[in-house]
Each structure stands twice: as structure tokens, then as C-alpha cells.
């Protein structure tokens, strides 16, 4: 159990200190074999923890009413720092330590402003939450920033990204640049080889760009002698049906 320290008094050193407890971790074994851990004493658990002691929790609301200076139901009407439960599962409320998670959350509260309201009825402060602090399985942590996750989450991303891009180059053999502009001649090239060695390996003979005349005059008079060809074909079938001469 950390030993209880002389808490920030200003907003700047309670966010130094915050940051820092958000590496931290607590546990107090002792508390949890003697009481076990239900609704009713885990918040006497968070005080023993660091993120009580260390930040504001000995001049929160909270210590107040510990020590008699503050009854619970002015706690909503009185400016000051209060640390509250405001969530559990079904295994916490039914104390069972392993499997339990508990949520608590550190609330600033600040006066409105108007003291009273209609009939004179007090009014009751403006909250802000602060921070969220989890106990799960009796381990107390700090709930990181939105921030700190949305970081989180844009390195994984970035990581993701460079490994792909690492095993593109390693799988293809290609250079950074290659990989994000392409390298156009190569492709073709190989786009060329390939549909060269298709037409060579169906019987055929490759065709070449730009044919010049002479290709032209023997493919017409490939297809006049076809023609005469089929015509001489038919006549002579003809004969043979019909008994001509």
C-alpha cells in the first residue's frame, strides 16, 4: 500500500500527477482476504489507493465526511472534489472478488449561480467529471484519456500500415517509391512476355505491330484463292449430285 503524500493543490500539478498515475496500478491484498470487496466498503478500498492519496483525496468531500465534518446530504450543495461508484457488474454487487469490476468516478463540483431556488430550496452544485478510475478483480487502475486512446489507436494504425507495406516490398522485391507510384515499363514489359508466351504455347505466331503493305496484299490474295477455292468446291459437288458432265 502506497503511503498517503501531500496532495497537488493546483489544477496543473492534479493533471502532472494524473498522468502519472496512469502507469500505476494498486492492490491491497491484506484488505481483500479480511473484508473481501462488495458496494458497501469499495470506496474505503480506493482510499487506500494512490490515486485517493496522491491527487486530491485527502481534501475531497469524500474525507470530510469520513471525519464528521460534512454530513452525506450536504455533499451535493458543497463545492469540492467528491469520488463516487457509479458502476459495477453483477459479480461485483454480489461480492464476488475475481470476477468483479467496479467504476469509480472523480467529480468536481462547483456552486451555481443561484444559491437557492424556488421556495428558497437549496440549489445543487455543477458537476464535471474528471477522471474514471476501474477495479477489476481488486486491481485498481486509471481509465485513460480519450486522448492517450485516440493516439493509441492512429500508432497501431500507422504500425499496421508500415508492416504491409515492408512485407509488399519484401514478397515483390520492390523499392518504397516503386511500390507507391508504380513502375509502368516494367509492368508492360511483363504484361508483353506474358500474352507473347499465351499465344506460343496455343500454336499460334505472335503478331507484330505496325505491318507494312506487302503483309496486306499477300493476306488479300490469301483470301481471293480461298474464295476461288470454296467456288470450284461447290461446282463440282454439284456435278456429283445432279449426274452433270
Known amino acids: 500500500?502506497?503511503?498517503?503524500?501531500?496532495?497537488?493543490?493546483?489544477?496543473?500539478?492534479?493533471?502532472?500527477?494524473?498522468?502519472?498515475?496512469?502507469?500505476?496500478?494498486?492492490?491491497?491484498?491484506?484488505?481483500?482476504?479480511a473484508e473481501g470487496l462488495h458496494p458497501g466498503n469499495v470506496l474505503e478500498y480506493f482510499y487506500q489507493s494512490p490515486f485517493y492519496l496522491q491527487l486530491d483525496g485527502p481534501e475531497s468531500l469524500n474525507d470530510k465526511v469520513r471525519k464528521n465534518e460534512l454530513r452525506p446530504e450536504e455533499v451535493p450543495y458543497t463545492e469540492g472534489t467528491v469520488y463516487e461508484l457509479v458502476g459495477m457488474n453483477k459479480e461485483a454487487e454480489a461480492g464476488n472478488v475475481p470476477l468483479s469490476i467496479f467504476?469509480?468516478?472523480r467529480v468536481k463540483q462547483r456552486k451555481a449561480g443561484f444559491r437557492t431556488g424556488p421556495g428558497g430550496q437549496p440549489v445543487p452544485c455543477r458537476r464535471a467529471a474528471q477522471q474514471m478510475f476501474y477495479i477489476i478483480a481488486g486491481n485498481a487502475y486509471k481509465a485513460p484519456c480519450l486522448g492517450r486512446l485516440l493516439e493509441r489507436q492512429l500508432t497501431m494504425a500507422f504500425t499496421r500500415?508500415?508492416?504491409?507495406?515492408?512485407?509488399?516490398?519484401?514478397?515483390?522485391?520492390?523499392?518504397?517509391?516503386?511500390?507507391?507510384?508504380?513502375?509502368?515499363n516494367e509492368l508492360t514489359e511483363k504484361a508483353l512476355e506474358s500474352t507473347e508466351d499465351a499465344e506460343v504455347s496455343q500454336g499460334g505466331v505472335p503478331m507484330e505491330v505496325g505491318s507494312?503493305?506487302?503483309?496486306?496484299?499477300?493476306?488479300?490474295?490469301?483470301?481471293?484463292e480461298s474464295e476461288d477455292d470454296d467456288e470450284g468446291g461447290r461446282g463440282l459437288k454439284r456435278r456429283e449430285r445432279f449426274g452433270w458432265p
Open 1 to 33: 500500500m502506497s503511503a498517503p503524500i501531500s496532495s497537488p493543490t493546483t489544477p496543473l500539478a492534479n493533471q502532472a500527477v494524473a498522468d502519472k498515475l496512469s502507469d500505476m496500478s494498486f492492490r491491497f491484498p491484506q484488505f481483500l482476504m
Open 161 to 184: 500500415v508500415d508492416d504491409i507495406l515492408n512485407t509488399c516490398k519484401e514478397t515483390f522485391g520492390m523499392s518504397s517509391s516503386g511500390l507507391l507510384q508504380g513502375d509502368d
Open 212 to 224: 507494312d503493305e506487302g503483309s496486306d496484299t499477300s493476306s488479300s490474295s490469301s483470301s481471293s
Open 103 to 105: 467504476v469509480i468516478q
